[in-house]
């Protein structure tokens, strides 16, 4: 089974925003914004309910990167290993 490497600390992403040129902050995946007992679920079934088909199929992970100075938000998706 792949594991995130941002989820378990083994990457750290810098982004700047496109706005206002602040470091963007990892703000979580995007599945436990979805439903907020996703993180008791079995990692493949939450993917089911992140809203992007292809997670589990392409083993990404995709997180809310937030700007806490402008509110600019984006996803990115994060390659499992």
């Known amino acids: 089974m792949a594991i995130c490497p941002l ?5 750290i992403v810098e982004i700047k925003c496109p706005k206002c040129n602040a470091l963007l902050d990892n703000a979580g995946k995007v599945a436990d914004f979805m ?6 679920k ?14 589990a ?3 990404t992970c995709p997180h809310l990167m ?6 600019y938000d984006k996803v990115i998706f994060i390659q499992e290993e």
Request: aromatic content about 8%.
């Open 57 to 59: 199929k392409d083993q």
């Open 7 to 11: 989820c378990n600390s083994l990457k």
């Open 42 to 55: 079995d990692e493949e079934i939450a993917k089911m309910d992140d809203g992007y088909p292809n997670t």
């Open 66 to 71: 937030v700007c806490r100075k402008c509110g």
């Open 35 to 40: 439903d907020p007992y996703n993180h008791y």
